[in-house]
């Protein structure tokens, strides 16, 4: 049973920065595309980020060149920093991990993340 946990979320000010981590267990973790995705109150779950099994980033256009998305498969990891934070940005901030040819897909809890003065 592959389970991912986010960690990182939080209280921040406008151009703040926060580092979301998703740690997963249970699989081979470098086998999975991951995910960042987000959904703020009353809207739909959007992607902000991927990153393939090789490491190739792919971002949304409202995050490019203030977010960066890594991986470490050593340690079954894949972390998002956020800089230059908006208030658009406050979302609840989930996990995913696809396999690219079983298409078995899994998610986190989420992780809270608010932007404020």
């Known amino acids: 049973q592959v389970q991912l946990v986010e960690s990182g979320g939080g209280l921040v000010q406008p151009g703040g920065s926060l580092r979301l981590s998703c740690a997963a267990s249970g699989t081979i973790f470098s086998l999975y595309l991951v995910s960042w995705y987000r959904q703020a109150p009353g809207e739909q779950r959007e992607p902000v980020a991927i990153?393939?099994?090789?490491?190739?980033?792919h971002y949304a256009d409202s995050v490019k060149g203030r977010f960066t998305i890594s991986r470490d498969n050593a340690e079954n990891m894949v972390y998002l920093q956020m800089n230059s934070l908006k208030p658009e940005d406050t979302a609840v901030y989930y996990c995913n991990a696809q396999h690219p040819t079983s298409g078995y897909n899994y998610w986190g809890q989420g992780t809270q993340v608010t932007v404020s003065s």
């Open positions: 990153i393939t099994t090789g490491g190739v980033p």
